[in-house]
């Protein structure tokens, strides 16, 4: 496997504090790094606050363990009206070593939302035209 194009949208070393027992990274903390990631790809495209509202097929392909470097590759695929689907990709790389392994992938959809917290719409991506804009299904 191939590192995705571009840099991280972010870089993070996995800490004892994050992980079980036996050394390996919770889930749920590699989950909440690819969440970050994503609404950073979205509020960036929305201009404004964006909020998740599903994440799609995630699979764990491979542990994370303490002191590994996990990079988290966040790329928007899609928008409709007042959505925003995000791919996502988590990388490790052992903290000595030069070879990155992908250990988990997932699609995250938000919503732009004004200061009352209701829907409000977002441009299309730069290579769409407002009449291909599409919601997700939900």
Same mark, same amino acid.
């Given at each position: 496997?191939?590192?995705?194009?571009?840099?991280?949208?972010?870089?993070? +070393?996995?800490?004892?504090?994050? %992980?079980?027992? #036996?050394?390996?990274?919770?889930?749920?903390?590699?989950?909440?790094?690819?969440?970050?990631?994503?609404?950073?790809?979205? %509020?960036?495209?929305a201009?404004?606050?964006?909020?998740?509202?599903?994440?799609?097929?995630?699979?764990?392909?491979?542990?994370?363990?303490?002191?590994?470097?996990?990079?988290? #590759?966040?790329?928007l695929?899609?928008v409709?009206?007042?959505?925003? +689907?995000?791919?996502?990709?988590?990388?490790?790389?052992?903290?000595?070593?030069?070879?990155?392994?992908?250990?988990?992938?997932?699609?995250?959809?938000?919503?732009?939302?004004?200061?009352?917290?209701?829907?409000?719409?977002?441009?299309?991506?730069?290579?769409?035209?407002?009449?291909?804009?599409?919601?997700?299904?939900?």
């Open positions: 496997m191939t590192l995705p194009a571009g840099t991280p949208t972010i870089r993070v +070393t996995a800490m004892p504090g994050d %992980s079980n027992p #036996y050394g390996d990274i919770f889930g749920g903390w590699l989950m909440g790094q690819m969440d970050l990631a994503a609404g950073s790809v979205a %509020s960036r495209h201009g404004g606050r964006a909020v998740t509202i599903a994440c799609d097929a995630m699979k764990f392909h491979a542990p994370v363990l303490v002191g590994d470097e996990v990079s988290v #590759y966040a790329r695929v899609a409709g009206n007042t959505s925003m +689907t995000i791919e996502v990709e988590a990388w490790r790389r052992a903290r000595h070593l030069e070879d990155s392994t992908k250990v988990t992938q997932a699609r995250f959809v938000f919503v732009a939302t004004d200061e009352n917290r209701a829907p409000r719409r977002v441009a299309p991506l730069p290579d769409q035209t407002p009449d291909q804009t599409h919601e997700p299904p939900r």
